[in-house]
């Protein structure tokens, strides 16, 4: 049956998404989105702070709460980007800059920065030059060991494991250290979790599958789909990419001149536009159910309106759905994931021309202590004058733009500026601006066995009373970066026409 009135809960990227592609796929249905803050966006979150220098001139940094960066493999981002008009805004980080090349890991206990090898040559180069050369890193010697030898393992997966935590599978494939290392770091950067709870199969599925091709070993899965394997890309929607696909070749991360908002805002306006949708923006769903007389949802809300719609998109958080409905009518596993919380700290300097605080770089990330040290409460820090200084004033080369990544609250900012100071090797100066924010539940650790309890649920969402009339997508289901966000809105409602 197609929808003749369709309610979308959660104004996040996810939810304006599906508001985007259902408003054009179904032009004659009525859409309500309620979004709980006022604010559209959910956890993306750029603002600008003015800030004025020591011999008054004045002007603007970008600061980011939340997602700084994509990466240009989300053709439905691309395609947002061609459909809103987005593209003279686009800031990109060519693959070949240092501030794709360099990426930084900060042991912990230890002092300075470690440079991860980015190509096979630098990995050699480091491995092979004198310890006193500043190539010379001991992260060279682990990966080149784990990455040489792993062919080499037998298949090591026991037969009836259907997934296991990302820890388990790099440290059966590649090694402990490895594993402790590179694999916790990268969770750090992108989960802000412990790798040893997060699903290997839900985060990275990838890998799962490179070992299965390559009959155990992942290196060699890798090297067989790099010769063509790949298959061809099935949808039954093409993307409208415009020349932006183009415009991304050789593009390692990009952003936008005023940030991640900018695709919220246009989205926001774009959907404005629309007459057939309604925004609604600090008003929250407070209870979902089926009528099953007039098989009608029946949505009662913080406004005391009480909506009624003949199909339902959820995009909030799974913990905030499972509070909406009736005891009579439950979801499946809707709390079976945990959320991180990060405290994000802005942080600006003022340095003489031609200095700088750090190398140039993407920035660092801090992996895992060896078990019984105490963990570092910073996860990472990003270098946004390096990668994103165009979104500065052209003259601001003066200013060093950098971002913390906390696990827990700051309790003290001198204390955090000691500690970045040792972990970059170079005495911080004190900061012109700081901006903290507490993003608390805002990333969901997807635990091992998350596919299969997502496709439990499907399942339950298939019969009665839903018939496939609800629809549950966003972060906590599909993926967490904006890529599947916005790729989960463009796919909502399929099964609907
Ligand atoms: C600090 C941080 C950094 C990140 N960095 C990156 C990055 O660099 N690159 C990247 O790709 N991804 C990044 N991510 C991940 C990405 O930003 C998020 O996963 C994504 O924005 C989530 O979108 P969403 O719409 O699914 O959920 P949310 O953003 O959580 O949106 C949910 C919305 O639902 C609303 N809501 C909640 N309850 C109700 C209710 N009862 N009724 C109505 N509305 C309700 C909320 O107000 C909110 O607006 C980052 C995330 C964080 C937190």
């Given at each position: 049956m197609a929808p003749s009135s369709i309610a979308i809960l959660g104004g996040g990227l996810t939810g304006l998404s599906a508001a985007f592609h259902l408003s054009r796929r179904f032009p004659a249905a009525q859409i309500t989105l309620l979004n709980?803050?006022?604010?559209?966006?959910?956890?993306?979150h750029s603002s600008r702070a003015k800030i004025t220098l020591e011999d008054g001139r004045e002007t603007s940094v970008l600061l980011e709460a939340g997602p700084r960066t994509l990466r240009p493999n989300s053709k439905s981002v691309l395609e947002l980007i061609n459909l809103l008009d987005l593209s003279s805004s686009l800031l990109t980080v060519p693959k070949s800059s240092p501030a794709a090349r360099n990426r930084f890991l900060c042991l912990p206990g230890t002092q300075g920065l470690l440079r991860i090898p980015s190509s096979p040559l630098s990995l050699l180069t480091s491995v092979l030059?004198?310890?006193?050369?500043?190539?010379?890193?001991p992260l060279g010697h682990i990966l080149l060991s784990a990455i040489a030898r792993e062919p080499f393992r037998?298949?090591?997966?026991?037969?009836?494991?259907e997934d296991e935590s990302v820890d388990d599978f790099l440290t059966r494939r590649f090694g402990s250290e490895f594993a402790r290392i590179f694999g916790s770091a990268l969770v750090h950067g992108i989960?802000?979790?412990d790798s040893r709870e997060l699903s290997v199969r839900a985060a990275f599925p990838s890998l799962w599958d490179a070992e299965e091709r390559g009959r155990g070993s992942v290196m060699t899965g890798f090297l067989h789909s790099s010769r063509g394997s790949a298959t061809a890309e099935v949808d039954d929607a093409p993307y409208q990419l415009g020349d932006v696909e183009e415009q991304m070749r050789g593009v390692s991360v990009y952003s936008f001149s005023q940030g991640i908002s900018a695709l919220v805002n246009a989205l926001v306006r774009e959907l404005r536009a629309h007459k057939n949708v309604r925004l609604l923006g600090g008003v929250s769903a407070n209870g979902l159910r089926m009528n099953r007389r007039t098989a009608q949802f029946e949505i009662t809300t913080s406004s005391r309106e009480t909506l009624r719609a003949t199909h339902v998109v959820s995009a909030v958080p799974l913990p905030s759905l499972n509070a909406l409905l009736t005891p009579n009518t439950p979801l499946p596993h809707l709390t079976a994931n945990p959320y991180s919380s990060v405290t994000v700290v802005n942080l600006v300097f003022v340095v003489s021309p031609?200095?700088?605080?750090?190398?140039?770089?993407f920035g660092y990330l801090v992996p895992r202590a060896v078990s019984g040290h105490a963990e570092n409460t910073i996860l990472g820090c990003v270098f946004d004058s390096s990668s994103m200084?165009?979104?500065?004033?052209?003259?601001?080369?003066e200013i060093v733009k950098m971002t913390a990544m906390l696990r827990e609250p700051v309790v003290s900012v001198p204390r955090l500026i000691e500690t970045l100071s040792q972990q970059l090797g170079i005495r911080l100066p004190d900061p012109l601006l700081v901006k903290v924010r507490d993003n608390v539940?805002?990333?969901?650790?997807?635990?091992?066995g998350h596919l299969q309890r997502i496709r439990d649920l499907s399942c339950v969402l298939r019969g009665e009373p839903w018939g496939g009339r609800l629809e549950v997508i966003g972060a906590g289901v599909g993926g967490v970066s904006v890529g599947d966000c916005v790729e989960a809105g463009r796919r909502a409602g399929r099964s609907w026409a």
């Open positions: 709980k803050d006022i604010r559209f966006g959910g956890w993306v030059s004198p310890k006193s050369s500043s190539l010379h890193s037998k298949w090591n997966r026991l037969s009836w494991l989960y802000a979790a031609g200095h700088t605080l750090h190398p140039e770089g200084s165009a979104q500065e004033a052209p003259w601001s080369a539940h805002c990333i969901p650790l997807l635990r091992v």
